[in-house]
């Protein structure tokens, strides 16, 4: 009977994917920095064939799965997948390979390919019905492209668990809940924000304001689903602290992504469309599926000031260290960043708060199994993705000893602290408004404005550009992506031109989120960064196989 169940159900998988979720596009796509990820129309046969691979994952590791469909900050014609694994991490890298496979096969072929994936797991429990939690983003595109993995996952036999629309960290918790059976928290919106804003009203207490730090912050939603769910947070923070909201969709008629959210203010390094120019007042933008989060201000001379990851970074690090050696528990407290990372801010780092430092490729997979190696584990991408994670040793550790009677009063007091803090954090992955919580809560505990946290050091001016190739694989890492292996000699020519610029850092590498590659440049003037950036595309341009004109250099 089981045999023969199967046998169905793999006939209505095929013929499922012939009929209504044909193969349309020739040229191949892989599973890259965060997933599939390109035009939405492009997309409906890989969103049904990913359904089909979290229900084969599920039956793999005999756990709940999570699918999210979101292009984060891209374009709103773009749109992606991701799988979330059991405890709320990225697919295992093994796997990544899987999903490319599956999306590529012609679909005579997709049946070979479940077959191979299925005997080289040796997985046998082909009748389980898995959980798989599914949710989207506010994009057009996302109901059709939800239904297409809705309908893989039925198909294969799963049980499809849809949230709607939630941000990615949202979804990433949820898998968590379910397989840690609720010891994370509720696997629910409603569980979500209780757990969070409960856990910053305990630490904040009746004080909402604390010396320069004043409770008010202007928020830009990027028009997306961070403008949807902030409201249900401002409810649960109950006026703890005030989050003006602005791009919030249903307000305005803004685009999502465009001219706001975290991607737009880092990258072009300007204050957003849609926020009013308050001088010195504490502003964030969040991207388009909200895991991402930036500070910047205004000052009184319209200069813009921005505080990017790194600053959350060495903000988090800095006060952990410190909450830390107050408990008088030892846990180790480490910083993982990627080569984007403001030389600046490692100096700062490294040489004043002295809490180590390593380097790993970009993408969040990377950083959060680095950061797992430490008690305490701090990330950050530059660009405002990042979170921390604890060890459960770390955290047993914290639990026992605020239990015992052998602390002192200000030991107990920042253990106490430090256990309610670990709730106001998502640890699963980098969230926007889980950071925004702690960067509040640390703002308020220190008692600093915004330009008292810009003073801890001076970021070096840094610039980010891109230049489109004909085949961007050409272009090949080591050493982190700091270094590039082909093609041939154009190693040798960064370094000649990084020579001339003191204290200049620049490196290039293929992005895995858009088709192009990505030129990083940093060094001690505005002026001459820019022209190390230039410079440094200009070569990529020519030995890379650039497309249309090669950049221009600046005087
Ligand atoms: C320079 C940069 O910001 N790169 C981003 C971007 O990856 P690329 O591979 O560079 O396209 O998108 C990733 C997913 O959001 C994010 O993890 C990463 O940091
Ligand atoms: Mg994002």
């Not at 941000?167 to 919106?189: D, S």
């Not at 008692?447 to 230049?467: A, C, F, H, M, S």
């Amino acid at each position: 009977m089981a045999n023969n169940d199967n046998k169905l159900r793999c006939r209505t998988v095929y013929a499922f994917a012939r009929e209504m979720y044909p193969k349309t596009v020739k040229c191949d796509i892989s599973y890259g920095t965060a997933g599939f990820r390109t035009r939405a129309t492009d997309l409906e046969y890989v969103m049904y064939r990913m359904g089909l691979l979290a229900v084969l994952r599920a039956r793999f590791k005999k756990a709940v799965i999570g699918v999210m469909i979101t292009a984060s900050h891209n374009p709103e014609p773009d749109n992606g997948v991701k799988l979330v694994d059991p405890m709320g991490e990225m697919l295992e890298q093994s796997w990544e390979k899987w999903a490319t496979k599956l999306a590529n096969v012609t679909d005579d072929k997709l049946e070979n390919v479940i077959n191979d994936i299925i005997k080289l797991h040796d997985i046998q429990n082909m009748n389980d019905r898995p959980e798989i939690v599914v949710g989207k983003d506010t994009r057009p595109s996302s109901p059709s492209l939800s239904k297409a993995v809705i309908d893989g996952i039925l198909a294969m036999g799963g049980k499809p668990i849809d949230y709607g629309i939630v941000t990615t960290p949202q979804l990433h918790y949820f898998v968590a809940c379910k397989n840690t059976h609720r010891a994370y928290g509720e696997p629910t919106e409603e569980g979500y924000y209780r757990k969070l804003t409960d856990a910053f009203k305990k630490v904040r207490g009746d004080n909402f304001n604390n010396g320069n730090y004043t409770n008010r912050i202007l928020y830009d939603g990027a028009n997306g689903v961070g403008a949807k769910k902030i409201k249900f947070f401002k409810e649960g923070l109950a006026g703890s602290l005030i989050i003006d909201m602005y791009n919030d969709e249903i307000i305005g008629s803004g685009k999502l992504n465009y001219l706001c959210g975290a991607d737009f203010v880092k990258s072009q390094q300007k204050f957003p469309t849609g926020l009013p120019q308050i001088p010195n007042t504490r502003c964030c933008s969040v991207d388009g599926d909200a895991d991402r989060l930036i500070y910047y201000y205004l000052d009184e001379n319209q200069k813009f000031h921005l505080l990017d990851g790194d600053r959350i970074a060495t903000l988090i690090a800095g006060f952990f260290k410190e909450v830390l050696e107050k408990t008088g528990i030892r846990l180790n407290l480490g910083l993982v960043q990627t080569a984007y990372a403001n030389g600046a801010s490692t100096t700062y780092i490294t040489k004043e708060l002295k809490i180590p430092v390593a380097c790993v490729p970009t993408g969040v997979k990377w950083l959060h199994h680095k950061a797992l190696e430490y008690d305490v584990g701090v990330y950050f991408e530059a660009n405002g993705h990042g979170t921390v994670v604890f060890k459960n040793e770390a955290k047993e550790k914290l639990r026992n000893a605020f239990q015992t009677n052998n602390l002192t009063r200000e030991q107990k007091d920042a253990t106490s602290r430090l256990i309610h803090i670990i709730d106001i954090i998502n640890e699963t992955v980098g969230d926007a408004i889980a950071d925004l919580l702690l960067v509040e809560t640390i703002l308020h505990a220190k008692g600093w404005d915004v330009r008292q946290w810009e003073e801890t050091y001076t970021d070096l001016p840094n610039r980010l550009l891109k230049v489109s190739v004909q085949d961007r694989t050409v272009i090949t890492t080591t050493d982190a992506e700091r270094k590039c292996v082909t093609p041939k000699g154009l190693q040798e020519e960064i370094d000649n031109i990084v020579a001339k610029y003191p204290k200049g850092r620049s490196f290039v590498r293929p992005s895995g989120t858009e088709d192009v590659i990505r030129i990083y440049a940093e060094a001690v003037t505005r002026r001459e960064c820019d022209k190390l950036a230039a410079e440094v595309a200009g070569k990529v341009h020519e030995l890379a196989g650039g497309t249309g004109n090669p950049p221009e250099i600046p005087n």
